[in-house]
């Protein structure tokens, strides 16, 4: 089985249980605040401070188009969506069963100006200059092919368009580093090799003009202006 296979095969899992990981990802749920602690090392406040900085690059009257890889189950963005109604915004995902909660969550709260589109990273089914921002929230520590995603995320973003989000970054926080090595590398959910904050800084800086990253523990944050 190819890495893509079973990344899919784990994700098609983990969408069937949509609300647990929405639970776990948003420190929701006990099993997200256990988990937030125990693996994560963060606390409540550390924990909404990822999320709000990854967003900030996001102007609050952002009108443009918008691309978000890998939207999951939407759960962190399709409120920000609600409140971005002139922005043009398409959500691609590799596994159809994250996305179909994305999706309920869409139609639910009425949001007709956010497309959903099954695909690749690796391969965006988008032309050259086509988005005036790309959002990435957790996703490169799980992409198969990572420079064929930092490559193809920065070709279909418009010149001087923004680039922004965050994921897992390495030698940050030793305990998070043991539970992707030991867990979420072996079933599935994260694929080496990793990033580190210096490492990822230099593989930006070949391909955007303006670069900013910092860390909140083991998610590294990025801001970039193409
Ligand atoms: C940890 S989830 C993050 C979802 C969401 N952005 C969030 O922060 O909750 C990682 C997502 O990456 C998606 N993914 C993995 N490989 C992909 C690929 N090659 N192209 C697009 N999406 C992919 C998975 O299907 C999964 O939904």
Not at 35 to 46: N, P, S, T
Not at 149 to 158: G, H, I, M, S, Y
Request: net charge negative.
């Amino acid at each position: 089985m190819t890495r893509h296979e079973e990344i899919r095969r784990s994700y098609k899992e983990l969408g069937r249980i949509g609300n647990l990981y929405d639970g776990i990802i948003t420190r929701s749920t006990l099993l997200g605040k256990l988990m937030d602690g125990l693996i994560w090392g963060l606390d409540k406040e550390l924990s909404a401070r990822w999320i709000e900085d990854a967003l900030a690059p996001i102007p609050a009257d952002f009108s443009g188009s918008l691309l978000e890889v890998p939207v999951g189950t939407g759960v962190l963005t399709m409120p920000l969506y609600a409140s971005l109604p002139e922005a043009g915004i398409t959500c691609l995902d590799y596994s159809a069963d994250m996305m179909e909660n994305a999706k309920k969550r869409a139609a639910a709260m009425g949001l007709s100006h956010v497309a959903f589109v099954q695909g690749d990273v690796g391969a965006l089914p988008f032309a050259d200059e086509s988005f005036d921002l790309v959002l990435s929230l957790n996703g490169f520590h799980a992409f198969p092919d990572k420079d064929a995603a930092f490559r193809e995320t920065c070709r279909v973003l418009k010149p001087g368009g923004i680039f922004c989000g965050c994921f897992y970054i390495a030698g940050r926080f030793a305990r998070t580093d043991w539970f992707v090595r030991h867990m979420y590398v072996p079933k599935g959910f994260f694929t080496p090799p990793f990033e580190t904050e210096e490492s990822l800084k230099e593989r930006l800086r070949e391909l955007y003009s303006q670069v900013e990253v910092h860390s909140v523990r083991a998610e590294g944050i990025f801001k970039c202006v193409k």
